[in-house]
């Protein structure tokens, strides 16, 4: 191993696999030696080509800033000799490229699952609550905890995700709260769903019922708790009804086709780009030519990447709906008085990544090359087979969130800082590096650092797949499932009373 990786030839950087220190003598493509001038960080840039003042510094083959200063081969390239190149709103040209090659698909054609009446396929038989209001959050978590207990033989688990919103919520605030919460009354990992509402409040259940829409009455109930009695009681009797029903479903061979699976990074670092975002676009390429589905979201981690997606859109029709979303999410930043262009986090920079352009190279490509077929509003959900783009910002809680209410049964989360953070749907950790799947072993499901190591990327891929097949087929647990981290978070965009 040399100790560093380059990623395209036209890069003026490459990417440290160890710490460097200065003095240490490095030796580039061409044989020439390199004297680095200070110590770089494992996961940051080492510059190998002279860039001057004001021009762009490559990676991955495309800008991922322009340089503060005139830079010598052998600095350290970060926050402090290089700056975004990112500023105001674009215009863009439909430029498409031609698709690419489809992916092998996958040898295994189906997985266990469950069939719902509607068609769609759960990898799990659960139960959940959902409440319409913060004010019972409580009253819901203790109903969860003892209909967990009484049911157990029935189902895989009762569930509740609680939130703070849908009491005093106005306009398109409160339709956000309405559409996401609906869309997770329709998940199909949910056997079962109980929907619990106070009586009071902005969202109650009279109108959110027409934001569900159409239901089988076996599968959703109602309860109003002011009109009760004893909630807990008529609960537990609503929730012993579910479990009947839920009860009737077993696993049965699904085709893979019927996979949807959401796409996301958090606490990225350095190798996202290099290991576990391109391990994870190969998975989706492969679902995607075997007619599943895959979706990617954070779209303010795609500016600066736009125009990839943009390029891959199916027609023009596609296409504008990208520019829409792109463009309505700077409005959003716009509107509140911030910098679009505020990113990357703490964390981030800590593990090597400069500029906003440099972490959406890396984000998008957890994308990797399928054709962009769709693009899905806040708490909408998929219906068309391929990739499609979600709207939802870069927060871990939300944008994971709304993979699940917009049908993912299962998120593949990549992480090069670590978190033991788990969506209402299994979350399969990805490390980028194989220390931090070695040191957090109780958060991370699967170690992408071995691309570096040992694998080669169709190696990893196929063991990816074997345990996303796992995980959907109930052979395997998530680490979130397993340590019963499940949490929700709604997009907050309006006034509270």
Not at 296 to 316: H, K, Q, S, W, Y
Not at 351 to 361: N, Q
Not at 392 to 418: C, E, H, K, M, W
Not at 464 to 481: H, I, Y
Request: hydrophobic share 40%.
């Amino acid at each position: 191993m040399n100790g560093w990786i380059r990623l395209h030839p036209a890069d003026h950087v490459v990417t440290a696999l160890r710490p460097w220190a200065a003095g240490e003598t490095l030796e580039p493509e061409d044989g020439t030696r390199l004297v680095l001038r200070e110590d770089v960080p494992r996961g940051h840039k080492i510059l190998t080509r002279p860039v001057k003042k004001d021009e762009d510094v490559l990676k991955f083959g495309y800008s991922i800033g322009k340089a503060k200063d005139d830079l010598p081969p052998g600095v350290w390239v970060h926050t402090h000799n290089l700056r975004t190149g990112l500023a105001g709103l674009l215009e863009y040209r439909y430029t498409p490229v031609p698709p690419a090659p489809p992916a092998e698909p996958l040898a295994q054609k189906t997985f266990q699952g469950y069939v719902r009446e509607n068609g769609e396929a759960g990898i799990r038989n659960e139960l959940w609550i959902i409440n319409t209001v913060g004010c019972i959050n409580k009253m819901c978590e203790s109903l969860a905890r003892q209909g967990g207990a009484r049911y157990a033989g029935l189902v895989d688990g009762v569930h509740h995700f609680p939130h703070p919103y849908g009491c005093s919520q106005l306009g398109d605030d409160l339709k956000y709260t309405q559409r996401l919460l609906a869309s997770l009354v329709h998940h199909p990992n949910a056997a079962g769903v109980l929907v619990v509402g106070l009586g009071c409040e902005n969202n109650r259940l009279e109108l959110f019922r027409e934001a569900i829409g159409e239901i089988d009455p076996r599968r959703i109930r109602f309860m109003n708790v002011q009109d009760e009695e004893d909630e807990l009681e008529r609960g537990l009797e609503l929730l012993g009804e579910l479990a009947e029903y839920a009860a009737a479903f077993k696993r049965e061979p699904v085709p893979v086709s019927k996979l949807k699976i959401g796409l996301k990074c958090g606490g990225s670092d350095g190798f996202s780009g290099i290991t576990a975002n391109p391990l994870v676009g190969a998975a989706a390429d492969r679902l995607v030519a075997s007619g599943g589905a895959a979706i990617l979201t954070e779209v303010p981690e795609m500016f600066g990447a736009e125009t990839i997606l943009m390029n891959r859109a199916r027609d023009e029709r596609v296409f504008g709906r990208i520019v829409s979303l792109i463009n309505d999410f700077k409005q959003y930043f716009i509107r509140h008085g911030q910098e679009i262009y505020e990113n990357p986090s703490p964390g981030n920079k800590d593990g090597g990544i400069t500029t906003l352009e440099e972490k959406s190279l890396g984000c998008t490509q957890k994308g990797g090359f399928s054709t962009v077929v769709d693009v899905i509003p806040y708490g909408g959900r998929v219906t068309k087979p391929g990739l499609s783009l979600l709207e939802a910002p870069g927060n871990d809680q939300v944008s994971v969130t709304a993979l699940a209410a917009a049908g993912a049964q299962i998120v593949l989360f990549t992480t090069g800082r670590g978190t033991p953070f788990g969506g209402p749907v299994p979350t399969v950790k990805i490390s980028t590096n194989s220390e931090l799947a070695e040191r957090k072993k109780n958060w991370i499901d699967f170690d992408a650092g071995r691309l570096l190591a040992d694998r080669t990327m169709p190696q990893l891929t196929a063991e990816l797949w074997e345990k996303l097949l796992a995980v959907a087929s109930g052979e395997a647990v998530t680490r979130n499932e397993r340590n019963g981290f499940r949490e929700i978070a709604i997009f907050k965009d309006g006034v509270v009373l």
